[in-house]
């Protein structure tokens, strides 16, 4: 079974500029997530899709970040500025289902630096 | 707001040594905890995951303790190796993952 393919995986922009991060979930996983991981810190949730609606976006910076699953299947992530701050690994996961029961499996990460 | 926390942040044993990592919580009304493991440019890894309802997961030399009422987790690794060389990370399912920092761990040969 293949497992959460992310690209491209690593990416280095100047700060303004924007930037976009794409996932493939695993086949018939309804469940996607985006997390950031900053260097020295566990990942955060950013936001979390069942299907192609949204299910948590309580932790997205939405006056910059935008994120959208239009078919429920592949997703992308855009940073729009990116800000200094916004260099982070970022890791998308994806579930069979929501809910407790569901384990989540992690892509690779895209690891960004703003400089 | 669940906080987890991991202590030590970095750890370095000598190969053959059991390792103890530490893992502790704020909320105990958890479903469920998980041990996960990253190496340095990857994503993470799922080594264990406990049920709330469970007090202990076992897989190979790894095993998971789950104590939810004093809002702590342990895993060992017994005889470690040089590949077991990664930072651990865990978290804890309340409804949405909520992680730790992780312990970076060095087995030295």
């Known amino acids: 079974e293949a497992g959460v393919a992310q690209s491209p995986r690593y990416k280095i922009i100047e700060k303004r500029q924007s930037v976009a991060f794409w996932c493939n979930p695993i086949?018939?996983?309804?469940?996607l997530y985006w997390y950031q991981q900053i260097l020295g810190q566990g990942p955060k949730l950013l936001i979390q899709?069942?299907?192609?609606?949204?299910?948590?976006d309580s932790q997205l910076p939405k006056d910059r970040f935008s994120a959208e699953r239009l078919k429920g299947v592949d997703s992308t992530l855009k940073i729009q500025p990116a800000k200094l701050e916004d260099s982070a690994v970022y890791l998308c996961?994806?579930?069979?289902?929501?809910?407790?029961?569901?384990?989540?499996?992690f892509g690779p990460g895209t690891r960004l630096t703003v400089t | 707001k669940q906080e987890v926390t991991q202590i030590p942040a970095a750890l370095s044993v000598p190969e053959g040594e059991n390792l103890v990592l530490n893992c502790s919580f704020t909320?105990?009304?958890?479903?469920?905890l998980q041990w996960f493991r990253q190496d340095p440019g990857k994503g993470l890894t799922s080594l264990l995951l406990?049920?709330?309802?469970?007090r202990e997961q076992t897989s190979g030399r790894l095993n998971a303790s789950l104590d939810k009422s004093s809002g702590r987790s342990t895993l060992y690794i017994a005889a470690s190796q040089p590949g077991d060389s990664a930072t651990y990370l865990c978290?804890?399912?309340?409804?949405?993952?909520?992680f730790g920092a992780g312990t970076t761990v060095t087995v030295r040969a």
């Open positions: 996961a994806s579930s069979f289902q929501t809910g407790r029961n569901y384990e989540q499996y």
């Open positions: 086949s018939g996983h309804a469940t």
């Open positions: 899709f069942q299907n192609n609606g949204v299910v948590d």
């Open positions: 909320d105990s009304a958890i479903y469920n």
């Open positions: 406990i049920q709330s309802s469970q």
């Open positions: 978290a804890v399912n309340d409804y949405k993952l909520s």
